[in-house]
């Protein structure tokens, strides 16, 4: 990776667009979850440091082109002020006069919110016309938003164009941590991935087959591939129109010298709920009118085995039911392996995906792995091998 950081930056008195994202849940104008406001926090206050000038440029739900005053920026105004702890002016637009006014008017020390990018129809469209409306306002663009690096929008991608482009504190992290687990991995490298259906994560599972010593494979999707072996899931979760493609995915792991490891024995039970009558079993002894909702202990052993001969673990997605007890118990044994590697110097875990970071947390093991994205969609298509035009740009791309 060839990108810039803040680092390689004059920044001065200089004007450095920043593109966040601060897509964060609010309810009666007061923010309920200020997580990603606060992962932005380093990066604006490194470029006040430096005598910059942040200049935040974000999006906000999906208002399509129409300004949507419920998806304004304005209410996260006491928010950002917590979390950089400098003043924030808000602009009701993100280019033309009252945008230049806003930047012009600003005092030293200060940061300006401009609205909301997708109340312009060009956001989305990636529209030039749009991306020199904000260059205008700006001498550096920043870009701190990994998690929008994989849609190619006027913020992220055209605008990136126009100026002198880094990345930010977040964005280096991200892309450092995706690097070190994909890119050039010290290895053994072991992946788990789980979640629910194959068809969602064929592409992943495609690529990773090519690049990882060990794939575990949990969740609903274990089903499917026990299925593909012609082993009966009774009525657990299985998308049985894809077993075709669980053989390829094996057979495909198999020529790249890549162990799949699958559930050897099994959790189940008769219904869907906490607390729930249950048994464990062999795989391959699932009874017709049960399902399969977590792997077994002896599973555990063998997963927690391969992470201990790991030198990097990359994961997405839970082992089981992890919702509901006490279908979380491969999830939270496996989590805390690696936390417990983790922490002990032996094992670098970098991991992301929405329910990935849930379940994480419950298992109370993220504070212990070495990175956690909170990035969805833009973690799963590095971790399918895609450019993210967001990323590409800022190498010259």
Request: hydrophobic share 45%; charged share 20%; aromatic share 4%.
């Amino acid at each position: 990776m060839t990108w810039k950081t803040l680092d390689d930056m004059d920044l001065s008195g200089k004007r450095v667009l920043v593109r966040v994202d601060i897509n964060v849940p609010v309810e009666d104008g007061q923010v309920t979850d200020d997580t990603r406001i606060r992962r932005i926090a380093p990066t604006v206050g490194d470029i006040l440091k430096a005598g910059g000038i942040p200049i935040l440029l974000a999006h906000f739900g999906r208002p399509k082109g129409q300004v949507v005053p419920a998806m304004s920026l304005q209410p996260l105004v006491p928010a950002l002020e917590a979390a950089f702890d400098a003043p924030v002016t808000f602009c009701a637009d993100c280019r033309g006069p009252a945008a230049q006014a806003a930047v012009d008017a600003l005092a030293a020390g200060s940061v300006l919110l401009l609205e909301n990018t997708r109340f312009h129809p060009g956001e989305e469209k990636n529209d030039p016309e749009l991306a020199a409306g904000m260059a205008a306002l700006g001498d550096i663009y920043c870009n701190d938003a990994f998690s929008a690096a994989h849609r190619a929008h006027a913020s992220t991608e055209a605008l990136a164009r126009l100026l002198p482009a880094c990345a930010g504190r977040l964005m280096q992290a991200e892309l450092e941590a995706l690097e070190s687990a994909l890119g050039k991995p010290q290895r053994p490298v072991v992946a788990v991935v789980g979640g629910a259906k194959v068809s969602t994560k064929l592409e992943l599972l495609g690529n990773l087959v090519t690049k990882v010593d060990h794939l575990v494979i949990g969740g609903g999707m274990a089903n499917t591939f026990l299925a593909a072996q012609g082993i009966s899931v009774g009525k657990s979760l299985c998308e049985h129109d894809m077993t075709g493609t669980a053989s390829e995915i094996l057979t495909k792991a198999s020529e790249a010298g890549c162990a799949i490891l699958l559930p050897s024995d099994v959790v189940v039970a008769r219904e869907f709920k906490a607390g729930a009558e249950n048994e464990t079993v062999a795989a391959d002894a699932c009874p017709d009118d049960a399902m399969i909702l977590d792997a077994g202990p002896e599973t555990v052993t063998r997963v927690s085995d391969v992470l201990a001969g790991a030198k990097t673990l990359i994961w997405n997605g839970p082992m089981g039911a992890f919702e509901i007890e006490p279908f979380d118990a491969a999830t939270n044994a496996a989590a805390r392996k690696a936390a417990e590697l983790t922490r002990a110097g032996s094992l670098i875990s970098v991991a992301g995906g929405g329910d990935t970071v849930a379940a994480l947390n419950k298992a109370g093991a993220a504070a212990d792995f070495t990175y956690i994205s909170t990035a969805g969609g833009a973690f799963l298509e590095w971790m399918e091998g895609k450019a993210l035009p967001g990323v590409a740009v800022l190498s010259g791309g």
